[in-house]
């Protein structure tokens, strides 16, 4: 009876095509574009596809770039909370969540992908490196269909409070699959300053505020027009 047990599991497994996800930053410095390719393992059928993702408070989706990249249909997400402080450095900022609505490639009938930009924020001064990772862990591929249906031994549904496109308000169901390739998880590092050098910048900034101050100062005696 076991042995009949793990042989259906096995069939059920074969037959759920394991879904494929890969994540790549690209460009380089505070400001790069996440780019999100999924292969499906089996045919989408209609379906909305989309990756969720979390992001930790290391790196952040500015909501009014997002807007505008909408507008101008060059990328759908839905970002949540959809109000965030984009000054914040990372120790005061909130992880996000991001859902990103995946389009077809043209070149495999079973393949999705979207890109969205992303930016890292400021972190603390590190002792004895120049560096923070920011760890980004591999998104969740999401289906919705509204008008066909998904096997049960390959997909469940997914608690996901957003519509199965921006455009649509309707609430479909949307469904993650059961079983899954193993996923990488993906690093960005962040220059930072070093803690030794603390004192060196505080000593140096006061430095140049204070002379600048004084040059301002002088130039305004020297060239104002004071009233008398």
Not at 22 to 33: I, S, V, Y
Not at 70 to 93: G, M, R, S
Not at 148 to 162: F, G, I, N, Q, R
């Amino acid at each position: 009876m076991a042995s009949h047990c793990k042989r259906a599991g096995l069939d059920v497994q074969a037959a759920c095509r394991d879904t494929t996800v890969t994540q790549e930053l690209l460009k380089e410095g505070f400001h790069r574009d996440l780019l999100v390719k999924v292969e499906l393992g089996e045919d989408a059928g209609g379906c909305a596809v989309a990756a969720r993702m979390h992001l930790p408070p290391g790196i952040y989706v500015d909501p009014y770039e997002l807007a505008t990249l909408q507008q101008h249909n060059l990328t759908k997400a839905v970002l949540i909370p959809d109000v965030i402080d984009v000054e914040a450095p990372e120790y005061l900022a909130r992880a996000l969540l991001l859902l990103l609505f995946l389009e077809p490639d043209a070149r495999c009938s079973r393949c999705f992908r979207a890109a969205v930009p992303v930016h890292a924020r400021y972190h603390r001064p590190a002792e004895g490196t120049e560096e923070a990772v920011v760890v980004l862990e591999s998104p969740e591929v999401l289906l919705c269909c509204c008008h066909s249906h998904l096997s049960a031994e390959c997909w469940e549904p997914a608690e996901v409070d957003a519509p199965c496109s921006p455009d649509d308000t309707g609430r479909c169901q949307w469904h993650s699959t059961k079983h899954r390739s193993a996923y990488e998880e993906l690093m960005l590092r962040v220059p930072v300053g070093l803690r030794e050098h603390s004192s060196l910048v505080c000593a140096l900034t006061l430095l140049t505020t204070g002379l600048c101050s004084g040059l301002i100062l002088a130039a305004a005696c020297k060239y104002g027009h004071f009233s008398q």
